[in-house]
């Protein structure tokens, strides 16, 4: 797949998408972890994996595509912080909801 720069419509929603399935996995904490260690190599990190990643994603169609893009997001370094934001504030509306369920069963 050949790398695309994404429009500002198509980052916001990949960031949603990625912050959304990483919290509902219940690895929020994890990925913010591994998200502000990375942060600083992330230009490299992406440019090293799409070196290593480019023969085999055209194989996977669709997904290759998909991989591609998200190699492109995380190559830039506002683009994690915008996904560790998100990470953030989805898991404290997850932690307000489970509040709101304690109180409501006591």
Do not use: C, H
């Amino acid at each position: 797949m050949i790398p695309r720069e994404l429009s500002s419509e198509e980052e916001e929603e990949l960031i949603e998408k990625i912050s959304t399935t990483i919290v509902k996995s219940g690895f929020g904490t994890v990925a913010l972890l591994y998200l502000e260690s990375y942060k600083p190599l992330s230009f490299v990190g992406g440019q090293i994996a799409l070196f290593y990643l480019s023969p085999i994603l055209p194989l996977l169609g669709k997904w290759g595509q998909t991989g591609t893009d998200l190699v492109m997001l995380i190559s830039k370094k506002e683009n994690v912080d915008k996904i560790i934001n998100r990470i953030k504030e989805l898991m404290q509306e997850e932690e307000k909801k489970k509040e709101k369920e304690k109180r409501g069963e006591k």
